[in-house]
């Protein structure tokens, strides 16, 4: 394992807490990187938590809704979920797996929680495509917890690599245009972790239990840090005095225009209202053909 040296750290620029709201069919989530930070944070586009041992507050998922343009990666900690979807695939997901999918020209999909209770968990993180893949033939695979790279450090900190690289393991999945670092790091008391990040990426930290410390900057749970963006800086440095567990998620920007209408995400108005027409008129996800595994 290659453990990294950091010389110039970064420090946290701001600090955000997520915004309660219901999305699908009433699901409860907290909105974590909004609609007004996707230009800080190209190439992702929205974060959203969940988290609840209340049935009513997941029980009804997410049905049939259509995609264009991005790419989803959903993480769960917690409970069960069948993702069905205009292609045929089905697949169940279920605590600490992941389902990336790339929804390209156009996918409508389903995510229903098969469970009447316990406790549902996860998050649901959108990538951005460039201009050039945002119509490409959609792409689709389950990972199951057992399937994700992993490695503990010295210090006894426990990190999952789902996208990227991390002290010399490869992640489970790689995109080379917006190079997406995705971690799940578990850091035990007293323990460190540190990861380089190119200084043109764009990053941020959020910790879901716990706390951390960066740069020596508080992040408590249920906050995102954004990273700051310095010329000189070479990665991230986070500590924690107890037990924590958070996201590192950092990639390259794309630094094209956005135009976003609910789930659709493309670069002008008239590919936006293609894609609505493309809806209404049922030819979304008709040409597909069956998405990869």
């Not at 050039?132 to 917890?145: E, I, L, N, V």
């Not at 991390?166 to 670092?181: E, I, N």
């Amino acid at each position: 394992m290659n453990t990294p040296h950091i010389d110039h750290p970064r420090r946290v620029e701001r600090l955000i807490a997520g915004q309660a709201t219901s999305d699908g069919a009433g699901v409860k989530l907290t909105r974590v990187l909004t609609h007004d930070l996707q230009r800080r944070l190209d190439p992702y586009l929205m974060l959203d938590a969940f988290g609840s041992d209340d049935p009513d507050d997941y029980i009804a998922g997410f049905p049939d809704h259509p995609h264009r343009g991005f790419e989803t990666i959903t993480y769960m900690l917690a409970g069960r979920m069948l993702h069905r979807d205009s292609a045929g695939n089905e697949g169940l997901l279920e605590g600490g797996g992941v389902q990336w999918m790339n929804a390209g020209r156009g996918v409508i999909h389903s995510e229903i929680p098969q469970q009447q209770d316990g406790r549902m968990e996860g998050f649901q993180l959108w990538l951005n495509l460039s201009a050039r893949d945002k119509m490409s033939a959609p792409w689709y695979r389950d990972f199951k917890a057992d399937e994700l790279p992993r490695f503990v450090t010295a210090a006894g900190v426990a990190v999952t690599v789902i996208a990227g690289e991390s002290h010399g393991v490869g992640g489970a999945v790689t995109r080379d245009v917006t190079a997406p670092l995705f971690l799940d790091v578990h850091l035990v008391a007293g323990s460190r972790f540190a990861q380089p990040l190119p200084a043109g990426h764009n990053a941020f930290v959020y910790v879901y239990r716990g706390a951390v410390a960066i740069a020596g900057q508080s992040v408590t749970a249920q906050r995102m840090a954004i990273l700051a963006n310095d010329a000189s800086t070479d990665g991230v440095v986070i500590e924690a005095e107890g037990d924590a567990r958070m996201l590192l998620i950092a990639g390259q920007p794309l630094g094209e225009p956005i135009a976003q209408h609910g789930p659709f995400v493309m670069n002008t108005q008239q590919e936006i209202a293609q894609a609505v027409a493309d809806f209404r008129a049922g030819r979304l996800g008709e040409a597909s053909g069956r998405l990869q595994r």
